[in-house]
């Protein structure tokens, strides 16, 4: 794995209260796939603001900005999305040693200091989660989860209702990361592996490869799994925000959901 250095990281509105943090990232030194946090600023059932971000990358200043501006400062919840986004995992509890870590239960490993956390078990996977069935309050309204065990990285899907915005890791990906490579000075596909992932890995309703490599490759097709894309397809959906490409927005998002999908379908 390969962030860059400088980071060239740069910060992006999406609504009033969900912000991104993109940057260049590349995989084993050789695929473009770019980088992306997610900040969400959630307003719980008793009138209480509260900070949530998603998939943390190193921090920057542009993160550092967007907690002091969406959370005073404070942030209350870090989601580790799955068993590959927790590189800066140990950098943002330095810093923000409050924070309460979400995660698959296969990361708690890694973190044995972790006290304030809800690891999710595979007893609770392929299943609608509302933050109070892994003991989170006053956030009911505002948030779902979905936990696959069985998707090759452990994957937690989250979405946010009031902006409509599925929000994930490695769940599917929308190559070239142009925009998330803008602030490198490096044109992406920078080689021809990038090249060929761009192919394989693009996100549109005429994208033949990803559907396959998404049922036959990350996660498998089965009771479960139809289950779990079956309650994301029914969400309203106006944002995909992924870690790795392009967010993909507007009335296509559902669209493009269920084709990427339709195997599970």
């Known amino acids: 794995m390969l962030y860059f ?24 030194h050789r695929f473009d796939i770019g980088a992306r946090t997610t900040f969400l600023k959630l307003n719980t059932a008793n009138g209480e603001s509260k900070l949530l971000v998603y998939a943390p990358m190193p921090i920057t200043s542009e993160s550092t ?52 956390n809800s690891w999710i078990p595979s007893s609770l996977a392929y299943r609608k989660l509302l933050p109070s069935d892994i003991g989170l309050t006053d956030l009911d309204d505002e948030l779902e989860f979905v936990y696959l065990p069985g998707h090759v990285n452990k994957e937690i899907v989250m979405y946010h209702k009031p902006n409509k915005a599925l ?23 920078s080689n021809w592996y990038s090249r060929a992932l761009n192919w394989i890995s693009s996100a549109r309703l005429d994208s033949n490869l990803q559907p396959w490599v998404l049922s036959h490759v990350f996660l498998k097709v089965h009771d479960g799994s139809k289950k779990a894309i079956s309650i994301m397809n029914a969400w309203d959906i106006k944002y995909i925000v992924m870690c790795h490409g392009e967010i993909i927005q507007g009335e296509s998002a559902p669209k493009i959901f269920s084709h990427l999908f339709k195997s599970f379908l």
């Open 5 to 28: 250095e400088p980071l060239a990281a740069f910060s992006e509105k999406l609504t009033a209260s969900m912000y991104v943090v993109n940057a260049p990232f590349r995989r084993v």
């Open 65 to 116: 900005d967007l907690i002091n501006f969406l959370g005073n400062g404070k942030l209350d919840y870090l989601v580790i999305p799955d068993i590959e986004h927790y590189l800066a995992v140990d950098a943002y509890l330095e810093a923000y040693p409050d924070a309460h870590v979400i995660g698959p239960e296969p990361i708690a490993k890694r973190f044995p200091s972790i006290t304030t």
């Open 167 to 189: 929000i994930s890791a490695d769940l599917l990906f929308n190559l070239p990361a142009t925009s998330q490579f803008s602030k490198s000075g490096i044109a992406t596909p």
